[in-house]
């Protein structure tokens, strides 16, 4: 299986500030990756693709980089929505994985 | 417009089967490429992908549990189950259901179903 290492696990910011998450993965996945959001009583949001390729109806302050094993989300001047626990995900092959998730609280 | 919706029993026993239905509309599993996954998360923790089917009716399943699992799908296309056998505490989670891409992901999801396992 391919494991993706997400770090850090929490971080706290405040509105206006930037951000980075990271994505490790155990071996390559090309660019296969997809970042989410999930938020309570929400359905999850897939944000970002391919690595860097945002999704539909995501707000350019989102971004994403990354190919082989390294990647990054990175949202600039965040709001008050973007408060919420992320996700990276693998879809390079079977079993699909997760990382373990980020959560984003306002400091 | 894309929607899925599961639906469990919401708790049962130790070393039952457990039945979740994926309810879905805006697209058709009998469209090629289609894929429907389901995916599950303990609270407080990350996200575990379990099982997939695609429009051909081939399944897929995590190593780490296959002997358990059982994917499929209705005729009509617009439903899928997932049966889990002898079940555990450890089973004890929020089970969804998403539509995968593979150039993508997972682009849509469902609310979640709650599912505790108790005796």
């Known amino acids: 299986d391919v494991q993706m290492t997400q770090s850090p696990s929490y971080l706290a910011a405040s509105p206006g500030e930037s951000v980075s998450i990271s994505c490790k993965a155990s071996?390559?996945?090309?660019?296969?990756l997809a970042w989410y959001q999930e938020k309570p009583g929400k359905a999850n949001k897939l944000l970002i693709h391919?690595?860097?390729t945002l999704q539909s109806g995501t707000p350019s302050r989102f971004s994403g980089s990354g190919s082989g094993t390294d990647f990054t989300l990175t949202i600039r001047s965040l709001e008050f929505e973007d408060f919420a626990v992320y996700y990276c995900?693998?879809?390079?092959?079977?079993?699909?994985?997760f990382g373990s998730g980020t959560k984003l609280e306002i400091k | 417009q894309v929607t899925l919706k599961e639906s469990g029993p919401g708790m049962l026993q130790p070393s039952k089967t457990l039945s979740l239905t994926c309810s879905f509309s805006?697209?058709?599993?009998?469209?090629?490429?289609?894929?429907v996954s389901w995916i599950r998360q303990p609270s407080g923790k990350s996200l575990e992908w379990l099982a997939a089917?695609?429009?051909?009716?081939?399944?897929y399943y995590n190593p780490s549990l296959k002997s358990r699992l059982t994917v499929s799908k209705d005729t009509s296309n617009t439903q899928v189950f997932l049966k889990i056998t002898s079940v555990d505490i450890a089973d004890t989670a929020t089970y969804y259901c998403?539509?995968?891409?593979?150039?993508?992901?997972?682009?849509?999801w469902g609310q979640g179903v709650m599912v505790t396992v108790s005796s």
């Open positions: 998403a539509r995968e891409d593979d150039t993508m992901g997972f682009d849509y």
């Open positions: 805006g697209f058709s599993l009998s469209t090629s490429g289609m894929v």
């Open positions: 089917i695609d429009w051909d009716g081939d399944k």
């Open positions: 071996k390559s996945i090309s660019n296969n």
């Open positions: 391919s690595g860097s």
């Open positions: 995900q693998q879809y390079n092959e079977y079993p699909l994985t």
